[in-house]
């Protein structure tokens, strides 16, 4: 079975501040991650994908990996309100040549005026 | 990325009766999926609808209950038959996993039984 595992939350924090989502998994296998963010009522958009061990930054998202600890995590830097949502982890599993991800239950993350 | 539109957006159904949720894609897609998202919870999937042939189902999700249809490239449904209460939920239609590991996301039908 395999697991993709969240802190539900919520995480708040408060505006300007750094904001740091977990994700471990249990597939060592994996080779592909990805977090999705999800807005209250809406459908889940993509916001990072990472492939290899280390940062990846793209604005004021940084995606982390660490293939050997099966941990990936998410960096909100200078939060904002707009920011406030539940964040997916998905997880693609490593055989079979499948691309169709395991999500995690989310975070939800509050930031705060 | 494609473009993914479904209906209805939502719905309030009694007891035993069954709704057909469509999905269409802006392109054409081997691969369709359908999710299912309770509250609280993440995003489950139900089954993946390839053309031309029987949809796969995962683990706790049988056709009689959950029979999908997918009739050409662009465009799937989705049946959920017999409802109950527990069968309110979210449901997604998403593309993605053939040249893309990503996955886009319709805006979903949130399913209400009374």
């Known amino acids: 079975q395999k697991e993709v595992e969240q802190n539900s939350g919520p995480l708040s924090v408060p505006e300007g501040a750094i904001a740091s989502l977990n994700c471990t998994y249990s597939d060592r296998g994996s080779q592909s991650f990805f977090w999705y963010r999800q807005y209250s009522g809406k459908s889940p958009e993509l916001i990072m994908s990472i492939y290899s061990n280390g940062d990846k930054e793209d604005g004021r998202f940084t995606a982390q990996l660490n293939k050997a600890s099966q941990y990936v995590s998410l960096l909100i830097r200078d939060s904002q309100p707009s920011d406030s949502a539940t964040y997916l982890c998905?997880?693609?599993?490593?055989?079979?040549?499948?691309?169709?991800?395991?999500f995690g239950r989310g975070t939800s993350l509050i930031v705060h005026p | 990325s494609a473009v993914i539109s479904q209906k209805p957006s939502r719905d309030i159904c009694q007891r035993g009766t069954s709704l057909t949720i469509q999905c269409q894609v802006d392109s054409q897609v081997t691969m369709m999926f359908w999710y299912r998202q309770q509250p609280g919870q993440s995003l489950t999937l139900i089954a993946t609808a390839n053309q031309g042939s029987e949809a796969t189902y995962e683990s706790g999700f049988v056709i009689d209950k959950f029979p999908i249809s997918r009739p050409n490239l662009t465009f799937s449904t989705l049946t959920v038959s017999n409802m109950s209460p527990e069968d309110s939920s979210i449901y997604l239609c998403?593309?993605?996993?053939?040249?893309?590991?990503?996955?886009?996301f319709g805006p979903g039908t949130r399913l209400t039984v009374l």
């Open positions: 998905a997880v693609n599993p490593a055989s079979g040549g499948s691309y169709i991800p395991t």
């Open positions: 998403s593309v993605g996993g053939e040249l893309t590991d990503t996955q886009y």
